[in-house]
C-alpha cells in the first residue's frame, strides 16, 4: 500500500495549490483595480469556483486504493480541464470584446460536464457506490465521449480567441486596452499545452502516470500564483504590443490614387473628427469601413499614407479633446478627462501620449 500512500500525497499537492489559488484570487487579487478591473482576470466567483471544483477529488486523496475514487481522478482531468481553459478563455477575452455569446454554449458545456461527473462523484463520495464493475467500464466510455466534446468546445473558444489576436494584429483598435494580445498569445493555447498530462493516466489506467500529472499540475498552479501576486500583473496582462506601421515613405505616383487616398480622407476625417466618433473607446478600423462605406484596404492605405497610422490619428484627436476638455473643466480628475476623451482609462491616455511622443509625432503633425 506503500505505493498508494504517493499517489494519494500527489493529489494532496495538486488539491492545496487549487485551494490556494482560489483563496489569493478571492483575497489578494479580487479588489477591483482604479481603471477597467474586468480587464485584468476573469470574474473572480468563476475562477474560484472551477479551482474549488477539484475538491471533489477528496476521496482519492483519502483512499487512493479504492476503484470508485480512481474512476474520479482519473476522470476528472480530461472531463473538465478541457471546459475549464475553454471557459476561462471565452470569460476573460469575451468579457474584454464585450461579447456575451460565450455564455450560452458555455452553459451547455456545464451542464454536459456536470452530468458526466456526477455519477462517478457520488459513486465515490457514498460508501455503498451506485456503480459496479460493469458500471464502471461503461462510465469509462462516457467519459470518453464527453471529454472529446470538452476538447471541441475550448477548441472553438481558441479559434475565437485566435480571431480576436488576428483583428488587434490588423491594427483594428484604437485603444491597446480593448484587447492584451500579448496576454492572448500567451494563454490562448493553454488547452494544447495541457493535452499531454490530461490523458495519459486516463488512457493507460495508471495511478503512477495520475501522481505525475498531479505534481505537474501543482507546478502549473503554483507558476500561475506566482504570475497573479507580484504587482506589476496588472502591467504584464495589460500589455498590448502593437503591430509594425507599414510607414508609407512615398505617395503613390499615379494621379489618380492620389485623388484617392485624399478624398477618402475626407471622408474619414468627416466620421471620425466630424462626427466626433473619437470619442467611442471602442472605436474600430471596422467601424470607419462601415460608417465610411469605404474598402477596407483602401482605408487601411489611406491611414498609413495620410494619417501616420488609424490609432495614431485617433488619439491625437483624443489627445486634443482631453487638453481642451481639462481646461473647460477644471474640477474634473484627470482620469475623468481620459474617459470622456474616449480612452479607456488615464493609463490608456498615458501610453498614447508617450507613443506619439516617441514617434516624433503630435496632434497637430497626426491631424
Known amino acids: ?70 474512476m474520479l ?17 471565452l470569460c476573460f477575452f469575451g468579457s ?14 456545464a451542464l454536459i460536464v456536470v452530468a458526466t461527473m456526477l455519477v462517478p462523484a ?31 468546445y475550448s477548441g472553438l473558444a481558441m479559434w475565437q480567441v485566435k480571431h480576436w489576436m488576428e483583428e488587434a494584429r490588423d491594427q483594428n483598435y484604437s485603444n491597446p486596452d480593448d484587447f492584451p494580445a500579448d496576454y492572448a498569445r500567451r494563454v490562448w493555447l493553454a488547452p494544447v499545452l495541457f493535452t499531454p498530462l490530461l490523458w495519459p493516466a486516463y488512457i493507460w489506467d495508471s495511478p503512477l502516470w495520475m501522481a505525475i500529472d498531479n505534481v505537474l499540475l501543482a507546478a502549473s498552479n503554483i507558476l500561475l500564483l506566482l504570475n497573479v501576486m507580484p504587482a506589476w500583473r496588472r502591467k504584464t496582462i495589460l500589455s498590448s504590443s ?31 473628427k466630424g462626427q466626433r466618433a473619437y470619442l467611442d473607446s471602442h472605436l474600430k478600423l471596422d467601424d470607419v469601413v ?31 479633446h482631453y487638453e481642451q476638455y481639462l481646461s473647460q473643466h477644471p474640477n474634473e480628475t484627470k482620469e475623468s478627462a481620459a474617459l470622456a476623451s ?11 501620449k508617450k507613443k506619439l511622443e516617441n514617434e516624433g509625432l503630435s496632434p497637430k503633425t497626426t491631424k
Open 290 to 320: 462601415a460608417h465610411t462605406h469605404l474598402g477596407r484596404t483602401n482605408v487601411s492605405l489611406t491611414f498609413r499614407c495620410h494619417f501616420s497610422s488609424f490609432a495614431n490619428y485617433v488619439n491625437s484627436l483624443r489627445l486634443t
Open 96 to 109: 474584454v470584446k464585450q461579447w456575451n455569446q460565450w455564455k450560452t454554449v458555455s452553459w451547455a458545456a
Open 122 to 152: 457520488v459513486d465515490a463520495w457514498f460508501p455503498s457506490g451506485i456503480l459496479n464493475a460493469q458500471g464502471l467500464r461503461i462510465w469509462n466510455y462516457v467519459v470518453l465521449i464527453e471529454s472529446i466534446i470538452m476538447m471541441v
Open 1 to 70: 500500500m506503500s505505493e498508494y500512500y504517493f499517489y494519494g500525497l500527489a493529489a494532496l499537492m495538486y488539491l492545496t495549490t487549487c485551494w490556494t489559488f482560489s483563496a489569493v484570487r478571492w483575497f489578494h487579487t479580487c479588489r477591483a483595480p482604479k481603471e477597467r478591473h474586468k480587464y485584468i482576470w476573469p470574474d473572480r466567483k468563476l475562477q474560484c469556483l472551477i479551482y474549488l471544483c477539484a475538491t471533489i477529488l477528496l476521496p482519492y486523496i483519502i483512499n487512493p486504493a479504492s476503484p470508485s475514487a480512481w
Open 73 to 89: 481522478e482519473k476522470s476528472y482531468f480530461p472531463a473538465c480541464y478541457y471546459f475549464y481553459c475553454g471557459v476561462l478563455l
Open 242 to 272: 502593437e503591430a509594425d506601421i507599414t510607414e508609407c515613405h512615398e505617395e503613390p505616383t499615379d494621379d489618380n490614387k492620389n485623388e484617392q487616398i485624399e478624398q477618402t480622407a475626407i471622408e474619414i476625417e468627416e466620421y471620425v
Open 342 to 352: 474616449g480612452f479607456s482609462s488615464y493609463t490608456a491616455y498615458y501610453r498614447a
